[in-house]
Structure formats: structure tokens, C-alpha cells
């Protein structure tokens, strides 16, 4: 066997054979999709598209799922899982929105502004920020942010006003949505700062040579030119905030609310539940088959939004090929 | 937009004077630019006071509560934080999940970026393969280890795992080293593909023309050339790896001890990494003692530095790339 790889490999085996694993991927993608599809396929099929809706107290649903058996009736699938979409709407919305200021303040800074030194150190800075793991953020905000923001922040008044509907922690959609920004602003950075770099010095002195000033000679002709880069960037880092699970469910304040923005500054402390987050809080609540049912059912929903991201940040940048500089 | 800058056209022509430095110049700027220059450098030095604050923190923290003596004993069950034990089990975990992900991941990534760039036909099936790495980068790890439970749970897989006659559990080492080898793939495939890409063509028409075929010329003279490319993917990979915790929850059990079960003793057994033995040491898991997180963070924050250290040195080792020339130029 081995003395048959050492010999020199036909080119036309040799390519067949890198294409097949190359393939594999696609493979492995279509797998998932049926496999999680299959899990699902329970709870599509009681619900429909009401599953969607919103209804009903999402944690006594679940808590009512725990407690059925193996053959389950139809009735047992209740679920309505509006206040967890609404959730990862929100936090994903606003994530990425900070994020997408940071980040693009940050890269011109980075490229174009920067004295070389401080170039020199932001780059690594960035890439270490990338590189922490979530969980890590998850401990700060749960050991730190989430006992200041209640002692400090979070008067007891606010805490009465609603008492009745839920207890205020701390916890909650702020400290999530500062949290994932803090998560995605570094790969989004890191993203957009390279596709700055690549953009051909002459364009930008091009502009500056015929009177504009430097800051708006990057807005107008580096920042146009990498639009591309920066709408892929985006669609990543969207990926993320919404998949975004432990994290989340480490700081959320663990009930499935769906926060009301007519509420003012309460709104961002009152807890939230994303769709990924759900996943791991009934993780060892795998095994009751309704349970399990329900749960493929969110990871096929995250497995979808995670797809047709793709799909959009692929047409939105098929016009802007034309005027592109990074591949 | 031309006419912002009226001040020095009116004027006289000085005898040609530089512009001294880029103060002058800022101030001729409008306001609105002024604001939103001071406004870049504020949040890039921000950036930067985020990532030192948090390196000090658990450095602090760190030092606060973690003892040798943890990082070599087992874990235990316990009420109180000092009977606990240490994390050993965690630190083999996140090594054995890294290493089981990159062997994986590695190969795949290359031989696939290859298969991309060097070949590549027909055309259609390579965009593909391309677009299934970029949707595989933006796949949530949750959903990611959600499918892994329900592959490895099918009846042919149940020697990876441990299993009772009613059916696989799916959990072990192995299937959660794969499916953490999704996480690393894209980083080793695009920063591979970015050397294939960068690698001048002459290479390989040197190589053509000594009589190579195709698949001889990648062996001897492209990847060779890529190897830094291949080391920096694989670092960001193990990174990855090393960093998430969905998967490790989901797919590796959590236990407290690494476990031997199945066929395959320990690998096809139950576990737990760094970051899942921080998860269920905070407030929000079962062993709420966060003395413990604290320092078992400290190690993965200075784990991570190292890798992050790594990726920078990778680049600069054995004098500049060999297609260097080619990036400068572009």
C-alpha cells in the first residue's frame, strides 16, 4: 500500500482523487441538512408554520414537553417560538450594527491613519481579540457585568414595576448585545482591514491629489472599492452573532422573553433567549423525543438563516464585481 | 468636494512650501470630518484597552487562584471549592480535541484548496466546493454539533462512542474531534488557497518544463512553498478548536473525568475541555465555583496567546516568503 503512494501518481488519478475528497464537503453540508431535517421533520409536520408564531408562555411549553413520553399525541408538540426568533433578531440586529461602526471606524484608523507604529500593534491587538474564546466573555459578564449592572444600574423600582411578569437579574438583552458586539467586531475588523490594505495605493492619492481630504478620499474611493469584501464580512459576522449559543445562555438572564422596546430603558434589561442559546439551556433534555424534535426544529431554523445568508451576501455582491479590488 | 479647500488657491503662491505634517492640514478639514477622524482614533485605541483590559483581568485573576497544584490533579465532585480538585482532565481534553480536529481538518483543507486552485474542473463543481467552505464558515457551531448527535448516534457509528444495545450515544472524543474539524477547515483552506494563489506561476512552469507532471510539481514545488501558509491556517484552526464550547457540551458530555468507553478506550469515551470546564464552573453551570473558572480561563487566555504568539512567528521564520516579491508587487 505504501509503496504504491510512493511511486509517482498519474496526474489524471491524482486529480479525480483530490476532487472526490474536495467533494466530501458538499457532502458533509447535505448531510447535515437532511440529517437535522429528519430530526425535525415531527415538529414540522404537527405545526406547520404556526411553530413560527408567537403564543403562549415559551418556558411552560417546553417545561410540558419534559414531562411526556415516548409515543407522544399530537398535542404534546405545542411550541411557539416567536419569542426566541424575536430574540436572536435582536440581539444579532444590534451586534452587528455596533459592530459594523466599530469595525469600520477601527479599519480606517488601522490602514490609513494610524502612525506605524500603532499599525504595528493594532494588527496583532485585533487578531488576539478574534481569538478569545467566547466563553471567556460569557465569565466576565456573568461574574462581573451582570452583579454590577444589578446593584448598580438596575434600581428597585424598575425591579417592581414588573415584578408581576418577570424578575429583572441584570442579566439580560444589554450585557448579550455587548457582548456579541464585543465577539464580532474583532473578525469583522480583521476582515475589512485586509481588504482595505489591498485596495491599490494610487486610487486613494488619486483622490487626495484632487482636493480631497485624506478621511474623505478612504470614505469615497477605498471604502466603495471594498464594498464586496465588506458585505461578505458582514454576512460572517451576522453567521456568528446568531449562533452565537453559550454565550448567550450564560448572560441572557434564562428566561424566554421577548423584550418590548416600548419599555424604554428597561428593555434592554430584561432577559432574552436566542434560538442557539435555547439549544444549550435544554441540551440534557435531549432524549425526550418531543424535546429532541423541537430542538432539530431551531437548529434547522439557525441552519437556514445561516444559508440564506450566504445566498444574499452572494447576490447583493454579484453587481459589484465590476469595480472590486480583492478577488 | 474640490472646493473644500479654497485657503490655499486664493492665496498668493508661497514660494513652494511643504505642508507641514498632518495637523495643518486637519484643521482646513470640515468639522464633520474632524469629528469623525477623532472618532476612528478613539475607537482603535479603544479596541486596543478592551484587549489589554481582558488580558490583564484574567492575568489577575489568574494569579489570584490558580496553583500548580491544580493544573496536575484530578477533578472531583464536590460542595466546596477547595475539595474540587484541579482541571488535568480539562487540559488532556482541549490537547486530544485539538489534536483529533487538526488531523482531520488539515488534510481536508489542503487537499480541497489544492484541488481548487490547481485544478479546479470542471469550473461549476469548484465554485461549488468553494461557496460549501464559505457556508460551513458561517454555520453556528450549536447547529454544527447538533447534526454531529445525530450522525453519531446511527447504529453504524456506535463504536465511536459509548453504546448500550438500544442504541449510540454519540458522545466521545472522536465525534466530537470531527465534527470540531468543520470549525477548523475554513481558516486552513483559505489561508492555503491564498498561498496557492500568491505562489508565481513560474514555479510550476519551471517544474512543466523539466518534465513534472501536475500532480509532482504540487508535491515537490508548490506545497513545499505554501508550508507557511498550511502552519498559519492549521494555528488559526487549533485556535478555533480550543476556543469553542457548544460542541464540547453537546458532543463530549461535559463529564467531569475523561472516561473510557466503547471500543476504543479513551478516544471513544466521554470528557471535557477547558472551555466546557469553565462553562459548568460559572454561576450559569453545575459546579458553580467560579475560583476554579478563574483560573482554568487564566490557562486558556494564555493558551490562546501562545497560539496567537505562534501565528505571528510562523510568518516571519526562515527570512521572507518565497513569494514575497509577488505581494509586495501586487
Not at chain 1, 286 to 291: E, R, Y
Not at chain 2, 25 to 53: E, N
Request: hydrophobic share 50%.
Amino acid at each position: 500500500m505504501l509503496e504504491r503512494l510512493r511511486r509517482p501518481w498519474s496526474d489524471h488519478r491524482a486529480e479525480q482523487l483530490l476532487g472526490a475528497v474536495a467533494c466530501l464537503l458538499a457532502i458533509g453540508i447535505i448531510l447535515m441538512i437532511v440529517f437535522i431535517v429528519r430530526g425535525a421533520w415531527p415538529t414540522f409536520s404537527h405545526l406547520g408554520l404556526s411553530w413560527l408564531g408567537s403564543g403562549g408562555n415559551l418556558d411552560n411549553q417546553v417545561g410540558a414537553m419534559v414531562n411526556t413520553s415516548a409515543h407522544p399525541a399530537a398535542s404534546a408538540f405545542a411550541f411557539h417560538a416567536w419569542p426566541l426568533i424575536w430574540g436572536t433578531l435582536l440581539t444579532a440586529g444590534f451586534a452587528v450594527l455596533f459592530g459594523l461602526a466599530i469595525s469600520l471606524a477601527a479599519a480606517i484608523f488601522i490602514v490609513d491613519f494610524a502612525p506605524p507604529f500603532v499599525q504595528r500593534t493594532m494588527k496583532p491587538v485585533i487578531r488576539l481579540l478574534a481569538a478569545i474564546p467566547g466563553v471567556l466573555y460569557g465569565l466576565i459578564g456573568i461574574l462581573v457585568l451582570v452583579p454590577f449592572i444589578d446593584k448598580h444600574i438596575l434600581t428597585t423600582a424598575e425591579q417592581n414595576s414588573v415584578i408581576n411578569v418577570i424578575q429583572l437579574s441584570g442579566g439580560g438583552l444589554g450585557v448579550t448585545i455587548l457582548l456579541v458586539t464585543l465577539m464580532i467586531t474583532p473578525i469583522l475588523t480583521a476582515l475589512i482591514t485586509d481588504a482595505l490594505e489591498s485596495v491599490p495605493r494610487a486610487w486613494r492619492e488619486g483622490a487626495i491629489a484632487l482636493g480631497l481630504n485624506p478621511l474623505r478620499a478612504t470614505i469615497a474611493v477605498s471604502l466603495r472599492a471594498i464594498r464586496p469584501a465588506i458585505v461578505a464580512a458582514t454576512a460572517l459576522a451576522t453567521a456568528r452573532a446568531l449562533g452565537e449559543a453559550v454565550v448567550v445562555s450564560m448572560v441572557s438572564g434564562g428566561k424566554a422573553f421577548a423584550p418590548n422596546p416600548l419599555d424604554g430603558k428597561i428593555f434592554f434589561l430584561e432577559p432574552v433567549e436566542t434560538l442557539a442559546s435555547e439549544i444549550v439551556r435544554q441540551a440534557d433534555n435531549l432524549s425526550i423525543p418531543v424535546l429532541h424534535s423541537t430542538l432539530y426544529a431551531i437548529a434547522a431554523l439557525l441552519l437556514f438563516s445561516s444559508f440564506a445568508l450566504s445566498l444574499a451576501s452572494y447576490l447583493i455582491r454579484l453587481p459589484m464585481r465590476r469595480y472590486q479590488v480583492s478577488n | 468636494m474640490a472646493s473644500a479647500q479654497p485657503v490655499d488657491s486664493t492665496r498668493p503662491a508661497p514660494p513652494r512650501r511643504r505642508r507641514h505634517g498632518r495637523r495643518s492640514s486637519l484643521r482646513s478639514w470640515r468639522l464633520r470630518d474632524q469629528i469623525t477622524f477623532v472618532l476612528a482614533w478613539t475607537v482603535g485605541l479603544g479596541l486596543c484597552a478592551v484587549a489589554i483590559s481582558v488580558v490583564v483581568f484574567f492575568a489577575v485573576e489568574g494569579i489570584q487562584y490558580l496553583r500548580p497544584s491544580l493544573l496536575v490533579t484530578h477533578p472531583s465532585a464536590s460542595v466546596s471549592q477547595s475539595g474540587s480538585g484541579g482541571f488535568l482532565d480539562a487540559i488532556e481534553g482541549t490537547v486530544l480535541l485539538g489534536a483529533i480536529g487538526l488531523l482531520i481538518a488539515v488534510p481536508i483543507g489542503v487537499v480541497t484548496a489544492v484541488w481548487v486552485i490547481e485544478y479546479g474542473r470542471p469550473r461549476w463543481l469548484g465554485r461549488i466546493v468553494e461557496s460549501t467552505v464559505e457556508i460551513i464558515a458561517g454555520t453556528p457551531d450549536i447547529v454544527i454539533a447538533i447534526f454531529g448527535l445525530a450522525l453519531f448516534q446511527l447504529g453504524a457509528f456506535s463504536f465511536l462512542s459509548f453504546s448500550e444495545p438500544g442504541g449510540a450515544f454519540g458522545r466521545s472524543f472522536l465525534t466530537a474531534g470531527a465534527m470540531m474539524s468543520f470549525l477548523a477547515i475554513p481558516p486552513v483552506y483559505t489561508a492555503t488557497r491564498n498561498g496557492l494563489i500568491a505562489t508565481p506561476r513560474q514555479m510550476r512552469e519551471a517544474s512543466f518544463a523539466l518534465g513534472k507532471t501536475r500532480i509532482a510539481t504540487i508535491r515537490r514545488v508548490v506545497l513545499p512553498a505554501v508550508r507557511r501558509d498550511i502552519a498559519t491556517g492549521s494555528t488559526l484552526g487549533l485556535a478555533r478548536i480550543i476556543g469553542d464550547t457548544a460542541i464540547v457540551i453537546l458532543l463530549l458530555g461535559a463529564t467531569l473525568r475523561l472516561q473510557s468507553d466503547g471500543a476504543l478506550g479513551f478516544l471513544s469515551g466521554t470528557g471535557s475541555s477547558l472551555t466546557s470546564y469553565i462553562y459548568n464552573n460559572s454561576p450559569a453551570g453545575d459546579g458553580n465555583a467560579p475560583d476554579k473558572a478563574y483560573a482554568a480561563a487564566a490557562v486558556l487566555l494564555l493558551l490562546v496567546l501562545v497560539l496567537n504568539w505562534g501565528v505571528g512567528r510562523i510568518g516571519r521564520i526562515g527570512g521572507p516568503p518565497i513569494h514575497a516579491e509577488r505581494r509586495l508587487g501586487a
